[in-house]
């Protein structure tokens, strides 16, 4: 069964993600990555240049080709759980996780990084936390919760392979 990572930004989704597919024999895919590929421009790039809502079909469009090939550690955006169809879909064919972290701790993170078109006007922090407190309810409907504040990507994976094998036995 696929496992997919969702999480607000700056959570760890692709680094734990590269991981657990690594311990499973499984194929890695990073969503942004995927749709920065084919459209042959970055996220941001694409945010400019066509919206968000393009990139929200982008989106929508890749979790139906993905849910149905086996074998897979999935990688969302931060925004999937946007459109509850995504995280139906993904809930009904995969095992599906939220990383959760503190908006403290993925300031953090995403501090020196500038490829989020979502963070990148006025200040972070702000923007941080009304996104965080206006997907919260969206987060919170994912079936498996992980906190991630504190623990290395090493222990958020280990934690995470711990649940997929209790429940594909139980
Ligand atoms: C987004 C998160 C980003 C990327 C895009 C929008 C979001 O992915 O999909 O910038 O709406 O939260 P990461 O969560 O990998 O940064």
């Known amino acids: 069964m696929n496992i997919v990572l969702t999480g607000f930004m700056g959570t760890g989704k692709t680094s734990v993600g590269r ?13 942004d990555a995927v749709i920065e590929d084919r459209a042959g421009r970055s996220i941001s790039e694409i945010f400019a240049a066509e919206g ?9 469009g890749l979790v139906g ?3 149905a090939r086996p074998r897979l550690v999935i990688a969302t955006g931060g925004g999937i759980v946007l459109d ?3 995280v139906e879909d993904f809930v009904e064919n995969c095992f599906v996780v939220c990383l959760n972290a503190d908006p403290a701790t993925i300031l ?9 078109p979502l963070l990148e006007c006025g200040d972070k922090e702000g923007r941080i936390r009304s996104i965080m ?13 992980i906190d991630t ?15 997929y ?3 594909r036995i139980g």
């Open 52 to 60: 968000e809502d393009h990139f929200r079909k982008l989106e929508r």
């Open 108 to 116: 953090e993170r995403v501090a020196r990084e500038g490829h989020r």
């Open 84 to 86: 509850p169809r995504n």
């Open 19 to 31: 991981l657990l597919a690594k311990a499973l024999g499984f194929d890695f895919v990073d969503m």
């Open 133 to 145: 407190s206006r997907r919260a309810d969206m987060y919170a409907r994912v079936p498996h919760q």
């Open 65 to 67: 080709e993905l849910c």
């Open 165 to 167: 094998n209790r429940c």
């Open 149 to 163: 504040d504190g623990l290395s990507v090493e222990q958020v994976a280990a934690d995470i392979l711990l649940e």
